[in-house]
C-alpha cells in the first residue's frame, strides 16, 4: 500500500472544506510584512497544487515540488494553462534542489508532519534556506502533538456521491507516529466502483525542536503563530505556523 498513489484522483473531492483561498490570503499577509517584495514562491509538498494555483492567479511566480507524481499529474490538469504556469518538480523535499533561488517558501497543511524521520526534515530545512533568495522567508504549518495524539482510536468518514473514504487513526507515543488506514471507494468512468488502500504517517514534532532545526539550518527570527493567525499560539490551539527568514548578505 503507497501513500497517494490511488487517493491522487480523489483528494480534492475529499478536501473541498478545505478554503484554499484563506490560506493564500494568510500569506500574503506574511509576504507584505517580509520587509522585501516576494514575487517568486516554492510551494513544497504541493499536493494536487490547489494553492499553487491560488497563489499563481494572485500574480506571483510559483514552483510547485512534490514527491508523488500522482499529485503532480492531478497539479498540471490544474494549473497547466495559466499564463505563466508554475513549474512542477517531482522531488522529496530532503533532497530539494532549485535551478533559480525564490523569495518565499511555503510548505502547508502539516506537510512537514508528513516527514517521518527528524534527519530528512532537518536536511530538507536546509535544502530550503540554500534554494532562499537573501532575506526570504520560510512558512511552514504543523499539527501539534497534542492533536495527532487524539486522532488515537477514531475513525473519520468522508464521502460525495463519487468518493467514500473511511479513515482509522491510531497513535504511537514511543514512535511519535500517528498513522491512518484508508479504504477509499471510487466510482469510476464506466460507473463502476473501485477499491483502494492507503496508509499514511505523520510524526508528532515539538515546536522547540522544529525551532532548533530552523536555526540549526541558518533561518533567525523564527517565530510562531496561531492557526492562520497573526497571534502567537495558544496551549488550546492544534495548529502551529512557523515562519523564519534567511540573513541578507
Known amino acids: 500500500m503507497s501513500s497517494y498513489g490511488f487517493l491522487a484522483d480523489s483528494y480534492d473531492a475529499l478536501t473541498e472544506d478545505v478554503r484554499y483561498s484563506r490560506w493564500a490570503d494568510y500569506l500574503q499577509r ?62 522529496d523535499m530532503a533532497r530539494l534542489k532549485l535551478a533559480e533561488g525564490v523569495d518565499a517558501c511555503v510548505c502547508c497543511l502539516d506537510s512537514v508532519n508528513y516527514v517521518t524521520r527528524p534527519r530528512s526534515l532537518r536536511s530538507a530545512f536546509s535544502r530550503v534556506y540554500q534554494a532562499l533568495n537573501p532575506g526570504g522567508i520560510f512558512l511552514f504549518d504543523i499539527r501539534t502533538p497534542a492533536a495527532l ?32 488506514g484508508m479504504d477509499i471507494f471510487r466510482r469510476e468512468a464506466d460507473g463502476r466502483w473501485s477499491r483502494g488502500e492507503e496508509v499514511h504517517e505523520e510524526y508528532a514534532y515539538e515546536p522547540e525542536e522544529l525551532e532548533a532545526y530552523l536555526k540549526e539550518a541558518g533561518f533567525s527570527a523564527v517565530k510562531q503563530y496561531g492557526p492562520l493567525k497573526m497571534r502567537p499560539p495558544t496551549p488550546e490551539d492544534q495548529r502551529i505556523f512557523f515562519v523564519s527568514r534567511k540573513e541578507t548578505q
Open 149 to 180: 495524539a487524539a486522532v488515537d482510536g477514531q475513525v473519520f468518514l468522508d464521502e460525495d456521491e463519487d468518493v467514500y473514504c473511511v479513515w482509522r487513526g491510531s497513535y504511537s507515543p514511543r514512535r511519535r507516529l500517528c498513522t491512518y
Open 30 to 91: 506574511h509576504f507584505r510584512r517580509a520587509g522585501r517584495p516576494v514575487e517568486t514562491v516554492l510551494d513544497l509538498a504541493c499536493g494536487t497544487g490547489s494553492l499553487t494555483w491560488e497563489l499563481a492567479e494572485r500574480g506571483y511566480r510559483v514552483t510547485g515540488v512534490d514527491r508523488s507524481p500522482d499529485m503532480l499529474a492531478v497539479a498540471w490538469d490544474k494549473c497547466g494553462e495559466l499564463d505563466p504556469p508554475p513549474l512542477l518538480v517531482c522531488q
